[in-house]
C-alpha cells in the first residue's frame, strides 16, 4: 500500500482544511486508515483513526468536535476534514494505513504499517 497525503497548506485561525489521502492497491477497503501529526520538537501523535467501512472512528481529544476523519472505498481515498483550527494544530500530518485485514483501530504509530510523505499544516494566529 502506498500512500499520498495533501491539501497542507496555510490558514489563519478559526479557519478549515480537507486534507486528502490516496492510496494506491487493491485492499484500501480492507485496511484501516488514520491520521497523525507532528510538531516541530513533538513526538509524533494520533489525530483520528477509522474502520474499513467508516461506521467507526476514533479522535484525540485535542480535535473532537473540530476534526472528522471519513474514507471513500471507491476512490481509495481517506479524508481529515479540520475545522476551527488553532495555532496549536500547526504540524506535519501524516496518513497512515494498518496491515490488511486487521480490524481493531489503533492509537499509536507503531500500530501502523503503510505511511504517507505528510502535509504541512501552518495555523497563524
Known amino acids: 500500500v502506498q500512500l499520498q497525503a495533501c491539501g497542507g497548506g496555510l490558514v489563519q485561525a478559526g479557519e478549515s482544511l480537507r486534507l486528502s489521502c490516496a492510496a494506491s492497491?487493491?485492499?484500501?477497503?480492507?485496511?484501516?486508515m488514520g491520521w497523525f501529526r507532528q510538531a516541530p520538537g513533538k513526538e509524533r501523535e494520533f489525530v483520528a483513526a477509522i474502520s474499513w467501512s467508516g461506521g467507526t472512528t476514533r479522535n484525540a481529544d485535542s480535535v473532537k468536535g473540530r476534526f472528522t476523519i471519513s474514507r471513500d472505498n471507491a476512490k481509495n481515498t481517506a479524508y481529515l476534514q479540520m475545522n476551527s483550527l488553532k495555532a496549536e494544530d500547526t504540524a506535519v500530518y501524516y496518513c497512515?494505513?494498518?496491515?490488511?485485514?486487521?480490524?481493531?483501530?489503533?492509537?499509536?504509530?507503531?500500530?501502523?504499517?503503510?505511511w504517507g510523505q505528510g502535509t504541512l499544516v501552518t495555523v497563524s494566529s
Open positions: 492497491g487493491r485492499t484500501f477497503s480492507s485496511n484501516i
Open positions: 497512515a494505513a494498518r496491515s490488511t485485514g486487521i480490524t481493531v483501530i489503533a492509537t499509536t504509530p507503531s500500530g501502523y504499517r503503510y
